[in-house]
């Protein structure tokens, strides 16, 4: 129901964007995440965004100031510009999409996601 695309090897420093797209939901009904998964490690929140009528966005502190959640309701597309990448934000990175109550409190927590798309790898060289 949701497909990431935009990955790729890039060098460190470097920028990226990811897209998300939902063919069969509509992205204005939906609060959405990105989260990412490192070889050996637990999947983690990277950015959330509040749906359709705040847009306020919420970001890990591993990745604030260097990656922007934006979404496009009118192309049902939610993106992540991320920018000096560095070699520790190497992982799969999957969009997700919730309608969960007091999203203020729970973005950052997958299993309030009920849907997911099946992630895009990202791998940064130094």
Known sequence: QLQAFGGGLVQAGDSLRLSCVMPELRLSNYH????????GKEREFVAGIRRSGSD???????????FTI??????NTLYLQMNSLKPEDTAIYYCAATTTASYSVYYANA???GYWGKGTLVTVSS
Do not use: E, H, T
């Not at 970001?59 to 100031?65: N, T």
């Not at 934006?70 to 192309?75: D, Q, T």
């Open 32 to 39: 959405m995440g990105w989260f990412r998964q490192a070889p």
């Open 56 to 66: 306020i966005a919420y970001y890990s502190d591993y990745v604030k100031g260097r």
């Open 70 to 75: 934006s979404r496009l309701n009118a192309k």
């Open 111 to 113: 299993s309030r996601y």
